[in-house]
């Protein structure tokens, strides 16, 4: 599928037009692939820039609809009819399950093995260490926070952590200040983060599962598309914070200052502390 470099409209329609060809496709959830497409197309500029390139979301994002029709196109010519199976299979669970699968094959992983993993659902929490991804260290972390806190004082050696699509697994984050750190895609499990700072980071399409930070900072903190299970924000700082496209379930916010923060398109249920947010027309409440 040709990338259009000067006219979004046309690679959306060339988009639209390869992915309605398919089979069976839920061609409903075209508008929430494009919309997870933007989300992805913002971060994905914007630390290009960090990094000294000239990007713009709106190039990104005629990358992204390129990358997903190879994708869907691929695996139709490998699987015909079973592929549509595995594209609504994923649709169920877009906007944040379908990276992982491209992520997959655009790294180097098969199509056969990402048929495999679809079917078994394995794109969900256990899929970081499936493919590949490294399981970060308590003395790993300890050194990164060094190196980090280094770089926040432009002092030799300092590096800007990133976490960005690693297994953090068990680990104490407990009074630690990561600000501007990176958590894309992380996998963050049974960790504990209570009174620390994670200021103006990025946990976009990240997975918490079982994490405590009570008295945390994560002001302007960026949420979108992530996926949040059994976590606790009690007293947290999330202001600012932004939570589009994002999965709640099972979470407590309760006395968190949540001022500015922006819950649009986010599912939430069995969470409790959301105040107001909970009524708003652009959160999808389920549970109680």
């Known amino acids: 599928m040709p990338i259009y470099e000067n006219d979004t409209q046309q690679a959306e329609a060339a988009f639209d037009s390869l992915i309605g060809t398919i089979p069976g496709v839920n061609t409903d959830r075209l508008e929430d692939w494009k919309a997870h497409a933007r989300y992805l197309a913002d971060a994905d500029a914007e630390a290009l820039t960090a990094q000294g390139f000239n990007a713009s979301a709106d190039a990104c994002y005629r990358k992204l609809l390129g990358d997903f029709g ?42 056969e093995e990402a048929h495999e993993m679809a079917d078994a ?5 256990g899929a970081f260490v499936s493919r590949g991804a490294k399981v970060l260290t308590q003395a790993e972390l300890d050194a990164m926070h060094a190196r980090h806190t280094l770089y926040e004082l432009d002092q030799p050696d300092g590096v800007r952590a990133d976490f960005s699509g690693q297994v953090l697994d068990g680990l104490f984050f407990d009074g ?23 200021i103006d980071c990025n946990f976009r399409g990240a997975h918490f599962y079982d994490v405590t930070a009570r008295y945390t900072d ?25 939570f589009e496209g994002a999965s709640i379930e099972s979470c407590k916010f309760d006395q968190a200052d949540m001022e500015g923060v922006d819950f649009s398109q986010t599912e939430a249920a069995h969470t409790t502390g959301l105040g107001a947010f909970a009524k708003s027309p652009e959160m999808k409440m389920g549970g109680g």
């Open 70 to 111: 190879s994708l869907f196109q691929e695996m139709e010519q490998k699987y015909a009819g079973s592929a549509a199976a595995i594209i609504n299979y994923r649709a169920e669970y877009l906007p944040n399950e379908l990276l992982p699968a491209a992520d997959w094959i655009h790294n180097g992983g098969t199509v």
């Open 121 to 125: 659902g394995a794109f969900e929490l």
């Open 218 to 242: 994560f002001d302007g903190s960026k949420f979108i598309g992530a996926s949040l299970e059994k976590c606790v924000f009690t007293q947290a700082i999330l202001q600012r914070a932004r």
């Open 176 to 198: 630690m200040s990561f600000p501007c750190a990176s958590f894309i895609g992380a996998a963050v499990e049974r960790c504990s983060m209570d009174g620390g700072s994670f």
